[in-house]
């Protein structure tokens, strides 16, 4: 196959695991001889961009609310005439994939093609969150989850695929699942690095931000009941909720929190056991970067994700929501007594070369 040029729309790239996937999705088409081009809604780059891939800013640093119900139709003009600019410079994109809400929300009126929306999260529990914010926040969200009507998606995980189909608020031209990509072979590099503040000792990991979607409760209530007395390592943003969480649990004195890592790879490989206790998830990249590294990894069984990753032998270490007593004697067990964790089907389906495939496709010949 000659190269093919593909434009991945984005919000931003200010940082979160949409930008990282399709950061990792268009490094992986430059060294496979494609030419991505990344065309980004807004002036707001954290993430480090990979050598030979072209990135193009949209809206300048000044211009907000580019979604804004009256400032929508402009938008949609401004886009337009952007990549038709882009298209004459560089040739024409044979293919358009769209990602988060604002990106979507324009992409979709543009009538560029072929193109495909990738959903990252439970549109559900997005809108569910949404309404706790109030009406405006929460009409707002939905405006742009009805934007993917008659579209073609792209989603994360089958559990998005089953919800969407399920529930029906949303009725695309078709659905297909397609797994984020992994760079394994990297990750796996990078937890061979030795961090100055690594427990000496065994260690119970749990990384993810200190929110509420990942039930640091139900994890201190289930640490209290095990009968292991390990430590367990926070790699979260919030040290001063995470500790005052802990204490009312009575497990501050078995709780250590280094803050955020940029490579929390060392952290992970270094633990006996990896703990997600979330509501929900999209695809929770933390179990598979776990598995990529040998580490055992105990998950809840949410709706989204987790059922995809531990299949097999790994499934009886899944344990229901909200239930503290099971997630105890599930990482008991997984101390004791847990398979071979190279075995995992998920690493043969999210190399980022395999999914990169996936992806080219989509072009039409």
């Known amino acids: 196959m000659t190269g093919r040029r593909i434009a991945i729309a984005i919000d931003s790239l200010a940082g979160g695991g949409a930008e990282k996937v399709m950061l990792t999705l268009a490094s992986t088409l430059v060294e496979l001889g494609h030419e991505p081009h990344l065309l980004v809604l807004q002036q707001d780059c954290h993430h480090e961009i990979p050598p030979g891939l072209q990135v193009h800013f949209c809206f ?90 008659g579209q073609h998606l792209i989603t994360v995980s089958k559990g998005i695929a089953n919800e969407i189909a399920e529930v029906g608020r949303v009725t695309p ?63 979260c943003n919030n040290k001063k909720k995470a500790i005052k969480s802990a204490r009312k649990f009575g497990v501050e004195d078995r709780v250590i929190i280094p803050g955020f890592q940029t490579n929390p790879y060392p952290w992970i490989k270094g633990a006996r056991l990896l703990a997600l206790s979330s509501d929900y998830e999209g695809l929770p990249t933390v179990l598979i970067e776990s598995l990529a590294v040998g ?61 990169a495939g996936q992806y080219l496709k989509l072009l039409t010949v």
Request: glycine letters at 6%.
């Open 173 to 235: 031209a078709s659905v297909q699942t397609i797994y984020n990509p992994f760079e394994l072979e990297k990750i796996q590099h990078q937890a061979n690095q030795t961090p100055e503040a690594l427990p000496k000792g065994d260690y119970i990991i749990h990384v993810g931000r200190f929110a509420r979607q990942k039930r640091h409760d139900v994890l201190f209530a289930a640490l209290k009941q095990m009968r292991n007395p390990l430590p367990l390592v926070l790699l």
């Open 295 to 355: 580490t055992p990894v105990v998950s809840t069984d949410c709706r989204h994700g987790p059922k995809e990753i531990l299949t097999g032998e790994l499934r009886r270490f899944l344990v229901p929501r909200r239930d503290p007593a099971a997630l105890a004697v599930a990482m008991d067990e997984a101390l004791s007594h847990y398979p071979n964790c190279d075995d995992a089907q998920i690493l043969t389906q999210v190399g980022a070369a395999t999914v």
């Open 60 to 149: 300048g640093g000044d211009e907000r609310n580019i979604d804004g119900f009256w400032r929508t139709r402009g938008s949609v003009q401004k886009l337009q005439q952007w990549i038709t600019g882009l298209e004459a410079r560089f040739g024409k994109f044979e293919l358009f994939l769209s990602n988060l809400d604002k990106t979507n929300l324009l992409m979709t009126r543009t009538g560029v093609a072929p193109l495909y929306c990738v959903v990252h999260n439970s549109i559900e529990e997005e809108l569910q969150r949404q309404r706790k914010l109030g009406p405006f926040a929460y009409l707002s969200m939905l405006r742009a989850k009805k934007s993917l009507n």
